[in-house]
């Protein structure tokens, strides 16, 4: 049992192969020929290949990347990157192989991230549906992975932080709630994310929290909500937070890590409404009001510690200079301590 186990993990794989195709909108909404990195992982037994060191018992690396680049040439178009996931997966293997990973990327998708969108489609080798041609590996699961988004916003809790904004790096990783399913095309739709996307953005660009969680709090639970969602990880970065730190943040899993309860404490709507306009919830004119009345507490404190000290001050005085006030006639004495009271 353990020895078959080991089979089933061991395969070959194709790391970062760069294609170019029409795979839906550009990020300037254009169907236009755009870079994909893709990724792939095919199971197949080595066991007779590690042991005789024959390549006939293996499977070239070029035979499937060249099967890759002749669908993506002959081809040219697909309407987004679950078609190409399908098209890939169709294509005809070697006996004894099996697609287990397939990740494509599009790097350029997004005006305002580094690294674009990218799908990741899982196969279970142990169930397989009969095609035309020949039996393929039942699709296990999809994620979409969004990363690197820079959004500026005021967030944080020290008084420098509330008057600009600094950049924020958000990331998703979203599992569709119906998957695959023909009845909710759009659930799994290149257009969808790009929808989810933007609502972020406005929502996170808007936003005055001060602290990371409650902001990815909110993205999470506003995604899951309004873009029918299984589950959602929103992970967040501050870039500036610390300065011999490259980033400092947290991620929130939704709705693992929270109690459904807790939702109608919580406005989960109002990601949907980012289209419009929103107020801040602290404005410009209250940060300033608030700096200029903690600058006057400040200074009001300052002047009764003066007073304090200026009171303890003269009590060390008078005791030390008691001795010689006795020394002297009450006409002298008047004067010196009138004196004294100038200097203090």
Not at 154 to 170: C, D, F, S, W, Y
């Amino acid at each position: 049992m353990e020895a078959s186990r080991a089979r089933a993990t061991s395969g070959i794989y194709l790391s970062k192969l760069r294609l170019s195709a029409s795979v839906g909108e550009d990020a300037w909404g254009r169907e236009k020929p755009q870079p994909i990195i893709l990724t792939i992982k095919l199971s197949m037994d080595l066991e007779a290949g590690g042991k005789t060191d024959d390549i006939t018992q293996t499977m070239s690396y070029s035979d499937v990347c060249r099967a890759i680049l002749s669908l993506v040439q002959n081809e040219g178009h697909f309407k987004g990157l679950v078609k190409l996931h399908d098209a890939i997966r169709k294509l005809p293997f070697n006996e004894g192989m099996h697609l287990s990973y397939i990740s494509s990327q599009l790097p350029k998708a997004i005006l305002r991230s580094e690294a674009g969108i990218e799908l990741q489609s899982r196969y279970d080798r142990t169930y397989w549906e009969q095609t035309t041609t020949h039996y393929t590996e039942r699709l296990e699961n999809e994620t979409w992975h969004i990363r690197d988004l820079k959004i500026p916003c005021i967030i944080g809790v020290n008084p420098h932080e509330r008057l600009a904004k600094q950049t924020v790096m958000v990331s998703l990783v979203i599992e569709p709630l119906h998957g695959r399913c023909p009845d909710h095309p759009g659930d799994n739709s290149d257009n969808h994310w790009r929808n989810l996307i933007k609502a972020v953005f406005d929502f996170v660009d808007q936003s005055t929290y001060q602290t990371l969680e409650a902001l990815a709090y909110q993205v999470a639970s506003g995604a899951y909500h309004n873009f029918q969602l299984k589950r959602i990880e929103v992970a967040m970065e501050k870039p500036s937070a610390l300065p011999f730190v490259e980033g400092a943040g947290v991620v929130v899993c939704y709705p693992e890590t929270l109690d459904p309860l807790l939702l109608d404490g919580f406005s989960g709507n109002r990601l949907k409404r980012t289209s419009q306009t929103m107020k801040p919830e602290i404005s410009r004119t209250d940060l300033v009001e608030q700096k200029k009345q903690k600058k006057r507490k400040d200074q009001v404190k300052e002047h009764q510690d003066s007073k304090k000290l200026a009171a303890a001050c003269l009590q060390t005085i008078t005791m030390l200079c008691y001795s010689r006030l006795s020394t002297l006639d009450a006409a002298v004495e008047v004067d010196y301590l009138i004196e004294l009271g100038a200097l203090l």
